[in-house]
Nanobody, 111 residues
Framework: QVQLVESGGGLVQPGGSLRLSCAASGFTFDSYDMSWYRQAPGRKREFVARIIRLGITYYADSVKGRFTISRDNAKNTMDLQMNSLRPEDTAMYSC?????WGQGTQVTVSS
């Protein structure tokens, strides 16, 4: 059974940091490109970052320079280090691998 389980979300002040994690199981993790997406209330889901099997990374322009995606193929995990957070980063963040999605973890940036 495929599972993607996100953790690490929470409430943080503007300018703060959070580290999200995605724990994967039930599929061959190192065969998949892994991504983070987010969805704010009333808005469409949007791409945040991707790390492909070879380790090359891609970022949405809105997070470039602030967020860092990484993966550990030995542990079947993917992380998203988020720095200099802004109120507009507030959203439900979800982990993606191909057709598989996690349930998401809420990130709220507010003073």
């Amino acid at each position: 059974q495929v599972q993607l389980v996100e953790s690490g979300g929470g409430l943080v002040q503007p300018g703060g940091s959070l580290r999200l994690s995605c724990a994967a199981s039930g599929f061959t993790f190192d065969s998949y490109d892994m991504s983070w997406y987010r969805q704010a209330p009333g808005r469409k889901r949007e791409f945040v970052a991707r790390i492909i099997r070879l380790g090359i990374t891609y970022y949405a322009d809105s997070v470039k320079g602030r967020f860092t995606i990484s993966r550990d193929n030995a542990k079947n995990t993917m992380d998203l280090q988020m720095n200099s957070l802004r109120p507009e980063d507030t959203a439900m963040y979800s982990c993606n691998a191909g057709v598989f999605w996690g349930q998401g973890t809420q990130v709220t940036v507010s003073s």
